[in-house]
């Protein structure tokens, strides 16, 4: 599903009005109606509340104005909405005071804030609603709220009653997600056409709740040529990136996988990442493993081949491993280097070398990509597709900057790093997001916090790798991988809970998760629309 800006969803109302004659008032009206129906849900679906009051906190913009349609359509519903109206009525422009002088007309109760004291007042009729309408900032936002709209929404935060936003929820930038002073948090949030990047992204994700992309009549040739800033992948999105298995299918159809992960201390890395590639549906695995470690691997994973390489006093690869790596990686669809290798400065030489030289497609993490960070232009020189996934730290070391401005940034950070580095780059981290050369952004949905947990980007390698092995674009792995690597852990997490959630759970629920996606059953989205 397309994810958009404000300024290109301002662009969008401009081309259906404008280009396409369709009445402002008329997308209006459709986006109040939508927002008056996902009420009449929340309402239904509470048989026990009998209240009919819904309290409409409305601004002087647009969204306000939704907020007067919204109005409209619940007196009509048989509910009795009060409009709080923060804003002075001599400042409602446009569409918005057209609808505000018919909600007038219609007698509907309005009461005008105009400081903290009115809003105490406020406060008094909003305890017993059944239902709070946030329609006072939309997309048309800019900079810190303050004053009066700030005080309102947190009056609003304060009472216990449940939420709907209108377009996104008050507060948050539309642009980034980031909570500009105060925010709304909303049960529910009806947004029109497409939904905002700040709704997708962290903090504003957590604040938009349940969101509800509502159609308001934007005609479809628009939505069909907007060039989103980013897509959130969805689930039928996903599965349409697994060819079905031919019922003739033998080990080689699906691709011979080679990993080089391990070190002392860090078996456990390599035993997950390889075990996720088996799980992924790989045809064959084969890790490459330090000597001395290679009975423990053999010990420690069934499925999954070994191939026992010449190693350092530290028992990490030695950079003599380096012609029998190569070699071996020449007979295979694709590699995955990094879980669990250790930073000292031979293997770190051994990393360097093997990346320049594969010979196939590869995912690089963890301190494959730490051995990279002092000499980035390797990546950029490959002649072979790779796909590297970082977590905000190890993205910091890449682009010479510290974790928390990736974090300020993600968005900026990922484009960056696939531009800089000419490769595929999926920075991990809640809404892990993928970028690729040719300019594209995805965000992914699935994943909770109990993954952030050690191995679980291991796991993520492993899965990556076995979907590059079976013929994926860059792209498609990396965005297949984390969508599905998210779902088991989803799945574990419901199961199992967040707290105890380890990442060898990840491989337990890995066939659950392939099968929810074979079937195409369950709804994993975050989003309706
Ligand atoms: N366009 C269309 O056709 C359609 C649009 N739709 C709806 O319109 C919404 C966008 O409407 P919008 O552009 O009027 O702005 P909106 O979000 O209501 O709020 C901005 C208002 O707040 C003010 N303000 C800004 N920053 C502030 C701050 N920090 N602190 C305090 N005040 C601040 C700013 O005032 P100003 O500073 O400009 O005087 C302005 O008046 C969109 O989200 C959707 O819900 C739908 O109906 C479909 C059709
Ligand atoms: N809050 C979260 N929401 C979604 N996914 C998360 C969250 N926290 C962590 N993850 C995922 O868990 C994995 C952690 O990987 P990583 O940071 O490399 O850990 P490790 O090195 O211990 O394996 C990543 O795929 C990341 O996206
Ligand atoms: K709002």
Redesign the pocket.
């Known amino acids: 599903m397309k994810v958009v800006s404000p300024s290109t969803m301002?662009e969008l109302?401009r081309k259906a009005?404008e280009d396409m004659n369709v009445p402002?008032i008329v997308?209006?009206e459709n986006?109040g109606r939508e927002v008056a129906l996902a009420v009449k849900r929340l309402w239904d679906e509470d048989p026990l509340k009998k209240k009919r009051k819904v309290v409409l906190f409305c601004?002087?913009?647009?969204?306000?104005?939704?907020g007067f349609v919204a109005a409209r359509h619940l007196a009509n519903m048989g509910f009795e909405p009060i409009i709080f109206l923060v804003a002075e009525p001599e400042?409602i422009k446009g569409d918005?005071a057209i609808n505000y002088h018919i909600i007038l007309n219609m007698d509907i109760s309005v009461i005008i804030i105009e400081s903290g004291e009115d809003l105490d007042k406020a406060r008094e009729h909003c305890g017993d609603a059944a239902a709070i309408v946030d329609a006072l900032?939309?997309?048309?936002?800019?900079?810190?709220?303050?004053?009066t709209?700030r005080q309102a929404i947190e009056l609003i935060n304060s009472l216990d009653v449940p939420v709907v936003a209108?377009?996104?929820p008050s507060g948050i930038s539309g642009e980034t997600g980031k909570v500009?002073g105060a925010a709304v948090r909303a049960r529910e949030t009806v947004t029109?056409a497409l939904p905002k990047m700040g709704m997708v992204l962290y903090p504003g994700a957590a604040y938009a709740g349940k969101i509800i992309v509502a159609d308001?009549g934007m005609p479809s040739s628009i939505l069909k040529s907007v060039k989103a800033e980013a897509e959130l992948l969805e689930k039928d999105q996903v599965a349409g990136l697994f060819k079905p298995y031919p019922p003739d299918a033998h080990k080689g159809t699906f691709g011979r996988v080679f990993i080089l992960a391990g070190s002392a201390g860090m078996t456990g890395a390599a035993a997950l990442c390889s075990l996720a590639a088996a799980r992924s549906g790989a045809g064959l695995v084969t890790l490459g493993t330090p000597e001395s470690l290679n009975d423990i691997m053999e010990a420690k994973i069934t499925e999954v081949m070994t191939l026992a390489l010449p190693e350092t006093p530290q028992r990490s690869f030695s950079i003599k491993a380096l012609g029998k790596a190569l070699e071996f990686s020449s007979q295979c669809d694709a590699a995955a280097i990094g879980p669990g290798l250790s930073r000292q400065d031979e293997t770190r030489d051994f990393i360097r070398q093997f990346v320049a030289a594969c010979p196939v497609p590869m995912v690089i993490d963890a301190d494959g990509l730490n051995a990279l960070a002092e000499k980035p232009e390797i990546l950029a020189g490959l002649k072979v597709p790779a796909i590297i996934t970082p977590h905000p730290g190890e993205m910091a070391r890449l682009l010479s900057t510290d974790a928390g401005a990736v974090q300020e940034d993600r968005v900026g950070a990922v484009r960056e790093a696939t531009k800089r580095f000419k490769c595929t780059a999926l920075l991990k981290g809640a809404r892990t997001m993928i970028a690729a050369p040719e300019g594209s952004l995805w965000i992914n949905p699935t994943g909770n916090p109990g993954m952030a947990t050690g191995g679980s980007g291991d796991v993520l390698t492993g899965i990556i790798a076995a979907f590059l092995a079976r013929g994926m674009e860059p792209w498609e792995a990396a965005a297949a991988g984390a969508y599905i690597h998210g779902l088991a852990g989803d799945l574990a997490a419901a199961a199992k809970g967040e707290i105890s959630l380890i990442a060898s759970d990840l491989l337990d629920f890995l066939p659950e998760a392939f099968s929810k996606f074979e079937a195409r059953s369950s709804n994993t989205q975050p989003i309706d629309g």
């Open positions: 301002r109302d009005i402002g997308l209006m986006a601004g002087k913009g647009n969204n306000g104005g939704d400042a918005a900032f939309g997309t048309g936002l800019r900079g810190e709220v303050q004053g709209g209108v377009d996104i500009l029109m308001i």
